[in-house]
């Protein structure tokens, strides 16, 4: 039996999206849409990630409901409910190569924005985090990219690091929602999907709990220095360059 480069790349990469989504709270779908993308195309990708993720983050998922500041993300949410279909739009029509550039973009847009050392002083407006709201609904729905927006917003503000993670996943677990009924309506959960998704989970499971108990002793500056470190990997990875190995 001949070695499966493609199958042995998309379990690499569940592990390590495992562990950035244990550990930040987000993360997941950066390292984990555009590698396997590489390898299957994001209508394979995508819906992959939506299953083993909301079933295997469940449990942190229901403690992070508890914790989260619902006055920050139900707005937040909402609107990014409202931007979803229109992701799934763009998922379905819209040629993934560029799709991918444009999520390298914005991946790297917001990484300078942070690291310049922007913060957004007083009290959020509304308009604002409708604002922030829809253009991760947009890329939630194309690529369970939604993260990028919502933790430069929220990092900006200047939030505690376990703030920021339960925030994360109470906002996560709604967007969710809202993807899957788009992408069943829309037919993308297919065989494949299945099949890979039972194959890749328990490599996602075991990185989620080592995400997780890693975070346990981290200070805000350090989660602060893995997020950056996050984003700027997944815009690397968002580029088009493994497609010439992975793909025929």
Same mark, same amino acid.
């Given at each position: 039996?001949?070695?499966?480069?493609?199958?042995?790349?998309?379990?690499?990469?569940?592990? &390590?999206?495992?562990?950035?989504?244990?550990?930040?709270?987000?993360?997941?779908?950066?390292?984990?849409?555009?590698?396997?993308?590489?390898?299957?195309?994001?209508?394979?990708?995508?819906?992959?990630?939506? &299953?083993?993720?909301?079933?295997?983050?469940?449990?942190?998922?229901?403690?992070?409901?508890?914790?989260?500041?619902?006055?920050?993300?139900?707005?937040?949410?909402?609107?990014?409910?409202?931007?979803?279909?229109?992701?799934?739009?763009?998922?379905?029509?819209?040629?993934?190569?560029?799709?991918?550039?444009?999520?390298?973009?914005?991946?790297?847009?917001?990484?300078?924005?942070?690291?310049?050392?922007?913060?957004?002083?007083?009290?959020?407006?509304?308009?604002?985090?409708?604002?922030?709201?829809?253009?991760?609904?947009?890329?939630?729905?194309?690529?369970?990219?939604?993260?990028?927006?919502?933790?430069?917003?929220?990092?900006?503000?200047?939030?505690?690091?376990?703030?920021?993670?339960?925030?994360?996943?109470?906002?996560?677990?709604?967007?969710?929602?809202?993807?899957?009924?788009?992408?069943?309506?829309?037919?993308?959960?297919?065989?494949?999907?299945?099949?890979?998704?039972?194959?890749?989970?328990?490599?996602?499971?075991?990185?989620?709990?080592?995400?997780?108990?890693?975070?346990?002793?981290?200070?805000?500056?350090?989660?602060?220095?893995?997020?950056?470190?996050?984003?700027?990997?997944?815009?690397?990875?968002?580029?088009?360059?493994?497609?010439?190995?992975?793909?025929?």
């Amino acid at each position: 039996m001949s070695f499966d480069l493609a199958l042995f790349w998309a379990a690499a990469t569940a592990l &390590i999206g495992g562990v950035t989504r244990g550990f930040s709270g987000f993360g997941g779908a950066l390292i984990f849409v555009p590698l396997v993308s590489a390898a299957y195309g994001p209508e394979v990708a995508v819906p992959v990630l939506l &299953i083993i993720d909301s079933v295997l983050t469940a449990p942190i998922t229901i403690r992070a409901f508890r914790e989260c500041n619902w006055r920050q993300v139900a707005p937040l949410a909402a609107s990014a409910i409202v931007a979803v279909p229109f992701g799934v739009y763009l998922l379905n029509h819209v040629d993934p190569v560029l799709l991918r550039w444009a999520l390298a973009i914005l991946a790297f847009s917001l990484l300078a924005l942070l690291m310049s050392g922007w913060r957004h002083s007083g009290r959020p407006t509304l308009p604002a985090t409708i604002g922030v709201g829809l253009v991760a609904g947009v890329f939630g729905g194309a690529a369970q990219m939604s993260g990028p927006a919502v933790v430069a917003y929220w990092l900006g503000g200047g939030h505690s690091a376990a703030q920021v993670r339960a925030n994360l996943f109470g906002f996560f677990a709604l967007a969710t929602l809202a993807s899957g009924t788009a992408y069943a309506w829309t037919g993308l959960f297919t065989l494949e999907v299945g099949r890979l998704s039972l194959i890749l989970g328990p490599l996602y499971a075991i990185g989620l709990f080592a995400g997780a108990w890693a975070f346990r002793g981290a200070s805000d500056a350090h989660y602060r220095k893995a997020a950056y470190t996050v984003i700027a990997l997944a815009a690397l990875a968002s580029l088009p360059l493994f497609d010439g190995l992975l793909r025929p």
